[in-house]
């Protein structure tokens, strides 16, 4: 550790999708040496994620303190008003103010590197460097923008998502070579950073964990075909545990060090498609014109994206593919809609309900919402959305006959805020989440229900949070929340909490003198944001769109 400091200063290093559940077996096996000093002497415990626990509303509700109803994230993309589409989100979409936002405004120099849903850069008083979904080549992705090419000049090759960790399958060991390089790149844009401004609150977020868990967690477990790849997990931890042992030696003596992730992990074996469902129950109708119908016919044939798909990577010409839906993604992703089933077919004024999303939220066509809704407000909506659930908590598992769907929620037992009415209106848990809806395209596969077929590790609601550095309590932390952070680090920086935000200061994380008789100060709540897509061009908001597509995402 560096010398001593005259303030108190705060480190938080993001570790996208690390879960506790394999931290700590390696850390005892003595494999984590860093992991296991930090939990040894630090306080230490579960986080729980937000209801989806995905990395959207997670950082986002992490940065703010806030819950999704009111910063208004709830997945990458947002529906834009008054059409069925939905666009990529960005930071100028998020209704609330972030905490290194609140911390500028009172003085405290801040650093951040790399966290999701930064893009574009918001003025800081300090320096920001955005993470994922900023777009390819973008040259405006720091403040102040000129630190961009001072922070190439320095590390050279830096990149937020290098092309490597998309579409890994086949590729594996390449990918988990770019994974491991992307770390190395990380941490030298850290330690370049944390010199060059006195900061307050420093953050920086590394991928590697959710990256490799989604797509080598097959291996870990010995069910994957290349043995060599069995440790690929591991070694993005051990590599991690290296950045931790050297980043302890960097910060100032004094300095509070948060770490933590938006989510844990855990195996995955089925997806979902639920337009599918909804087709099959009726709530989603297809147009009775020629060729929507001639559409339906073959998909309920399998002629399906995911068969052809299937039947091109057996054949070898994935690298071919992967080429040209690069090269002309907008022509390619043209041809589907014209040759697949897709939204453009869907009878909207016959249509009751439909998804679109990462983790299969339903809306309901809802009159004067949708631009040719037909379900009425009041009595018809909630007698629909209990129609649903019921249903829903009715399917069972083929395998086991067991309950497939934990629960079902209605936006306003998971929401609250003036972004509520941009929510789904309803979300549904499955069991243990091995289970996964399929986002890719609106209907993927005929059949409802099946193996996943490129991923096989998924996220939990159980991610991980850990303090350590002077006046921290030794132990475990027993309940956390995502919207916790926030307030509790304005607090550790004697800085006003908005009243608004819905977490609440973890003191019981800290040993009473750390407050130095300190009263936790509040302040007036503040509102931002735009709507979802501004801030982006379309070219970008192709280009992000396919770079989703390519980590398994929307």
Not at 47 to 61: M, N, Q, V
Not at 511 to 518: A, F, L, P, S, T
Request: proline share 7%.
């Amino acid at each position: 550790m560096n010398p001593a400091c005259d303030r108190r200063k705060v480190m938080v290093v993001g570790l996208d999708g690390a879960t506790f559940d394999l931290i700590r077996p390696w850390a005892r096996e003595g494999k984590l040496p860093t992991f296991e000093r930090l939990m040894e002497g630090g306080c230490w415990g579960e986080l729980t994620s937000t209801i989806p626990p995905f990395t959207a509303p997670a950082w986002c509700s992490f940065a703010t303190g806030k819950n999704p109803g009111k910063h208004g994230m709830y997945d990458f993309a947002g529906r834009k008003k008054g059409s069925y589409e939905m666009v990529p989100l960005n930071a100028s979409s998020l209704k609330a103010p972030t905490l290194w936002e609140i911390l500028s405004r009172h003085g405290k120099k801040v650093g951040v590197l790399n966290v999701p849903m930064t893009y574009p850069p918001p003025m800081v008083n300090g320096l920001l460097v955005t993470g994922m979904l900023t777009p390819p080549n973008a040259t405006n992705f720091t403040y102040p923008p000129e630190l961009g090419r001072e922070l190439l000049e320095a590390v050279p090759g830096y990149a937020i998502w290098p092309e490597g960790v998309f579409h890994p399958m086949g590729r594996e060991s390449e990918f988990l070579g770019v994974v491991q390089e992307l770390t190395d790149m990380r941490f030298a844009a850290t330690r370049y950073l944390m010199g060059k401004v006195d900061w307050d609150f420093f953050m920086v977020v590394f991928r590697g964990p959710d990256l490799v868990q989604h797509w080598l967690w097959k291996y870990m477990e010995g069910r994957g075909t290349n043995g060599a790849l069995r440790d690929g997990i591991l070694g993005v931890y051990q590599r991690l545990d290296k950045v931790m042992a050297s980043l302890l030696e960097l910060i100032p003596q004094g300095t509070t060090l948060v770490l933590m992730s938006d989510h844990g992990a855990g195996p995955l074996d089925t997806y979902i498609h639920v337009n599918t469902w909804l087709l099959e129950q009726g709530y989603l109708r297809i147009k009775r014109s020629i060729l929507p119908r001639s559409k339906l016919a073959m998909f309920r044939l399998g002629v399906t994206p995911r068969r052809v798909y299937g039947a091109l990577m057996r054949s070898g010409l994935r690298k071919g593919v992967g080429s040209l839906v690069r090269e002309r993604k907008g022509q390619v992703r043209g041809i589907l809609d014209r040759v697949f089933l897709s939204f453009r077919d869907v009878d909207w004024p016959r249509t009751l309900a439909y998804s679109y999303g990462n983790v299969g939220p339903i809306y309901l066509n809802v009159k004067g919402r949708e631009p040719m809704g037909r379900v009425r407000p009041g009595q018809e909506y909630e007698q629909l959305r209990d129609e649903i659930s019921g249903r829903l908590m009715e399917l069972r598992e083929p395998r086991t006959g067991l309950p497939l769907v934990e629960k079902v929620y209605r936006k306003e037992e998971l929401y609250s805020g003036p972004a509520l009415e941009d929510a789904p209106d309803l979300f549904f848990m499955p069991k243990d989440l091995r289970h996964q809806a399929f986002g890719l395209l609106q209907f993927t596969s005929n059949r409802w229900l099946e193996p996943s077929f490129d991923r096989s590790g998924g996220h939990r609601m159980n991610g991980i949070l850990l303090f350590w550095g002077e006046g921290v309590r030794k132990g475990t932390l027993a309940k956390a929340n995502m919207t916790d952070i926030a307030p509790s680090l304005l607090a550790l920086l004697d800085t006003p909490i908005p009243q608004d935000m819905d977490g609440r200061v973890l003191q019981e994380a800290f040993q009473e003198e750390i407050w130095g008789g300190k009263e936790i100060r509040y302040s007036e709540p503040h509102q931002s944001g735009k709507a979802p897509g501004e801030g982006l061009t379309e070219e970008e908001t192709e280009e992000i769109q396919r770079r989703l597509k390519g980590l398994g995402y929307v």
